[in-house]
């Protein structure tokens, strides 16, 4: 199960994602907030999925959270749900699971198969369509457990204790200041 933070970070690098579900998302946590952390305001007054992108990473870098060794797992899965969804062609989806494969690696799929397979135009099939489609599955449930966060208090009576305290690291609030 991914932390909050990699799936938030994952529906927005991979796309998944338009800037408008973003801010929704955003202004909903903070309706639920006394004091909404900055990012998250940021978040919500994003004109592009670059400003998006950056209010994200400077919640990650303001938590001192790091994204998972798996990273690239989650990615390529959200790009298969894309694909699966029709957002994505099959040499866009061969094109961005080849890039995240070079930046983050895969425990599920091999760079060099991938790489030969998808340079000579051929479709994916067989084992490596089957990994895809299993990492879009998680992906799929990742994305669901990101949207039951629009009722936080819902969202944390759900989780157990530890994404529950994930949360508050990533700092959905700031504290006052009295």
């Not at 579900?21 to 978040?43: F, N, S």
């Not at 204790?161 to 994930?166: F, L, P, R, T, V």
Request: aromatic fraction near 8%.
């Amino acid at each position: 199960m991914y932390p909050v933070s990699a799936i938030l970070f994952s529906v927005v690098d991979t796309g998944a994602w338009s800037l408008d579900q973003l801010r929704t998302w955003a202004d909903r946590l903070i309706e639920e907030r006394p004091h909404p952390a900055l990012w998250l305001l940021d978040l919500s007054t994003s004109r592009s999925l670059q400003e998006a992108s950056s209010a994200i990473s400077r919640g990650l870098k303001d938590a001192q959270i790091m994204l998972p060794d798996d990273m690239g797992d989650l990615l390529v899965g959200f790009f298969a749900l894309r694909f699966q969804r029709g957002q994505l062609d099959a040499r866009q989806f061969a094109a961005a699971v080849g890039d995240v494969l070079d930046a983050y690696g895969s425990s599920r799929l091999n760079v060099e198969q991938w790489n030969l397979l998808t340079s000579h135009g051929e479709e994916v099939t067989g084992a490596l369509r089957a990994v895809t489609d299993e990492l879009a599955r998680a992906a799929a449930a990742s994305e669901d457990r990101l949207r039951q966060l629009d009722s936080l208090a819902t969202g944390l009576a759900r989780w157990d204790g530890s994404e529950g305290a994930e949360l508050r690291v990533f700092r959905l609030t700031t504290p006052p200041r009295w």
